[in-house]
């Protein structure tokens, strides 16, 4: 295989990025590389003292620098020169992070680190352009409504987009005014180190980005139960957002943005454009081999045309080849860990003993590695965990209907509402049906998210609270006071 980079050639941190320094620990969980499964390094988990460490120094870097008190051109202009060095440095932050994510090397440093800066470059602009508002008083008052930074985010993120992630934490919160203690999952840590790393370089002020390394239960828990943490901004799963619920409301209220799973239906009508449904739903599950939050996961299609849709929808699946995500051409995705690749199969396996049909795929790819074939399962009963859970693997269930209140029907899911597809070529139809879906996104004639980063995205329901980009998330990272004044 012709690599990209030499796997062993890449320097892999192992440290806390705390008050822009190494903060080293016990090397307590092992990274591993999901193209092969080899142990790639150890990271420390950060305890609750080293937590507090990391927000005494977000506090300090907040009062010494005066990051939320000055002017806000200053702010833009820190952030745009970090996004720059982001992209200089590409090729070392793509490295970091395909050498234990799924992410292939080549997607990420054409596609998530440039997307990333210019979402920094985005927040940043909002800084001198969003504020406060005079209120409408009586005229014996002078009343307005000022808006000011939290102070210090705490900010948790996957491991399935861990620079997209992280941008979309940091962007917001830094632009905002805020210092931020970041976890990175302890599976894909490397990436965000780095881009830590950056921001000190880049001359953001030592200790505005304090990177924790560590685990969910211990280092996650401290992050969201610390006093001297003011907002919580997690994307994961909707287990570990209870969770952080659940920790938050014992140790002291606090606000939070959650965004969470999925499990998102792809409805096609039988006047869809059949081969642009079929691409979409092709890399709606299979880029990043569906582990992606918005995977398009149930397949819903007008019983008229589902032979010949799951016919290109096959063909399309069969395509796939696995590669070592540091190849020199992008291929598909490993799953992450091999627990995940077991617990995909497992759920394909009881779909099938539940009557289901594989139409394609269902099985490990025989590769080296934890790749698992692009997988159609039509047959599926609705209490099947096939069509109920969010199974983070390259897995779509396949469903017909012949109205389109049957189709609302299937498409409606009991506790996810992220996001959805509609394929019709019937404008009256799509806006219909649009306002009918309960979820944060739809897509209609595409799938997946564009560059527009203005959009708002967050999940209805249990995929979420709170918007991650968009104006919204800017707000999200200020909060306001009103002011009245008696004259
Ligand atoms: P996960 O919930 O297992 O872990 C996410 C992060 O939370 C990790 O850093 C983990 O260490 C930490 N964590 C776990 N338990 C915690 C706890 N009790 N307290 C504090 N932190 C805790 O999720 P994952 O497996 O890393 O990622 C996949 C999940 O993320 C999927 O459910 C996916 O849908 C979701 N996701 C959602 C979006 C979105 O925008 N809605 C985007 C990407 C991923």
């Given at each position: 295989m012709i690599f990209a980079v030499e796997p062993d050639r890449i320097a892999l941190p192992n440290s806390h990025f705390i008050g822009g320094e190494h903060v080293a620990g016990d090397g307590q969980i092992a990274v591993l590389s999901p193209s092969t499964g080899q142990v790639l390094g150890e990271i420390p988990i950060a305890d609750a003292a080293t937590v507090d460490r990391a927000v005494k120094a977000a506090r300090a870097a907040l009062a010494a620098s005066n990051w939320g008190g000055i002017a806000p051109r200053e702010r833009l202009r820190a952030l745009c020169a970090w996004a720059d060095l982001i992209e200089a440095e590409a090729e070392t932050l793509a490295m970091l992070e395909a050498v234990c994510s799924s992410r292939p090397y080549w997607q990420v440093h054409e596609g998530d680190i440039r997307i990333t800066a210019e979402q920094i470059r985005f927040f940043a602009e909002f800084a001198d352009k969003e504020g406060g508002a005079l209120a409408p008083v009586a005229d014996s008052s002078f009343g307005y409504i000022s808006d000011e930074p939290y102070g210090v985010v705490g900010a948790i993120t996957p491991w399935n987009f861990p620079i997209s992630m992280a941008g979309w934490k940091l962007g917001p919160a830094l632009a905002a005014g805020n210092a931020v203690v970041i976890k990175p999952s302890e599976m894909t840590p490397y990436s965000t180190l780095y881009m830590a790393e950056l921001s000190v370089r880049a001359g953001l002020p030592a200790g505005l980005i304090n990177v924790v390394l560590g685990d969910g239960p211990v280092t996650g828990a401290a992050i969201t139960g610390h006093a001297g943490i003011d907002k919580v901004s997690f994307t994961g799963s909707t287990r570990a957002g209870a969770a952080i619920m659940e920790n938050i409301a014992r140790t002291g209220i606090k606000p939070m943005t959650l965004e969470l799973g999925g499990k998102s239906p792809v409805i096609v009508c039988a006047d869809a454009d059949l081969d642009l449904a079929a691409d979409c739903i092709d890399r709606g599950i299979t880029s990043n081999a569906g582990q992606v939050c918005v995977a398009g996961s149930r397949l819903i299609v007008a019983r008229a045309i589902a032979d010949a849709l799951a016919e290109k929808v096959r063909e399309r699946f069969g395509r796939h080849r696995p590669a070592h995500t540091l190849a020199v051409t992008a291929g598909y995705s490993p799953i992450i860990s091999e627990k995940q690749l077991e617990r995909i199969d497992s759920i394909v396996r009881a779909a099938v003993h539940q009557g289901?049909?594989?139409?394609?795929g269902g099985a490990r790819f025989d590769h080296e590695g934890s790749y698992y074939q692009p997988t159609l399962v039509a047959g599926v009963t609705d209490t099947s965990p096939a069509l109920r859970e969010e199974i983070f693997g390259p897995v779509a269930t396949f469903q017909t209907f012949d109205t389109d209140d049957e189709a609302m029907a299937l498409a409606g899911h009991p506790t996810y509402g992220l996001c959805a597809g509609l394929f019709t070529r019937d404008l009256s139809r799509a806006l219909r049906l649009t306002r009918r879906i309960e979820a944060g996104t739809v897509w209609v004639n595409r799938y997946g998210r564009s560059t527009d980063h203005i959009l708002p995205t967050g999940g209805w329901k249990s995929s979420g609270l709170g918007k991650d980009l968009g104006r919204e998330a800017y707000a999200a990272n200020r909060r306001t006071k009103s002011v009245l004044i008696d004259l």
């Open positions: 289901g049909e594989v139409l394609c």
